[in-house]
T-cell receptor, first 116, second 112 residues
Framework: ETGVTQTPRHLVMGMTNKKSLKCEQH?????MYWYKQSAKKPLELMFV???????ENNSVPSRFSPECPNSSHLFLHLHTLQPEDSALYLC???????????????FGPGTRLTVL | GEDVEQSLFLSVREGDSSVINCTYT??????LYWYKQEPGAGLQLLTY?????DMKQDQRLTVLLNKKDKHLSLRIADTQTGDSAIYFC????????????FGAGTRLAVHP
């Protein structure tokens, strides 16, 4: 699936570094999501942007800062992370619809983050 | 709160049928999904079922929904080694953006 791309695919960073994860969707969607997937927990929804506005922030620490400059791009800015933040970070997108229509989420391949 | 539960592991012989089970707590869920994740990859939607249906079949895949018990299952007929992956059950609601609640995933191992 190349509709949702994520870069980089792998990232190793120290606890004092600042880095950013990038997600881009080519599907004409207007809702984008960040998930965290770790060995200890199932998929955790972190942030949701709908029509470029943040509509959900699930008690995520402030060391994670999302940015959605337009409906095709989503960033996750990282600073002063902890080793327990090491995980696979998945981006997804979907169409926001009125009423009860079905709207599938399409996932990117993820960024494997390791914090040393 | 909303929760989705799955068994963590399933091992089957190649050619047999696999059945992966899932339970969810939110009775207002309108769509139930099955996603597949292969090593090093993101999640790929396999199939979904609307809450007013009790069965959906798509080639080797059969989804059964018991809305009363809030139980969902995915049956894979003639399981192949290429089916080895993690399968996630997810529950969502209609309209707006699509907030999904995922289970922990069931790791399916297919052996000869």
């Amino acid at each position: 699936e190349t509709g949702v791309t994520q870069t980089p695919r792998h990232l190793v960073m120290g606890m004092t570094n600042k880095k950013s994860l990038k997600c881009e969707q080519h599907l004409g969607h207007n809702a984008m999501y960040w998930y965290k997937q770790s060995a200890k927990k199932p998929l955790e929804l972190m942030f949701v942007y709908s029509l470029e506005e943040r509509v959900e922030n699930n008690s995520v620490p402030s060391r994670f800062s999302p940015e959605c400059p337009n409906s095709s791009h989503l960033f996750l800015h990282l600073h002063t992370l902890q080793p327990e933040d090491s995980a696979l970070y998945l981006c997804a997108s979907s169409r926001q619809l009125q009423g009860g229509s079905y709207n599938e989420q399409f996932f990117g391949p993820g960024t494997r983050l390791t914090v040393l | 709160g909303e929760d989705v539960e799955q068994s963590l592991f399933l091992s089957v012989r190649e050619g047999d049928s696999s059945v992966i089970n899932c339970t969810y707590t939110d009775s207002s869920s309108t769509y139930l999904y099955w996603y597949k994740q292969e090593p090093g990859a993101g999640l790929q939607l396999l199939t979904y079922i609307f809450s007013n249906m009790d069965m959906k079949q798509d080639q080797r895949l059969t989804v059964l929904l018991n809305k009363k018990d809030k139980h969902l299952s995915l049956r894979i007929a003639d399981t192949q080694t290429g089916d080895s992956a993690i399968y996630f059950c997810a529950a969502g609601k209609r309209g707006g953006y699509n907030k999904l609640i995922f289970g922990a995933g069931t790791r399916l191992a297919v052996h000869p």
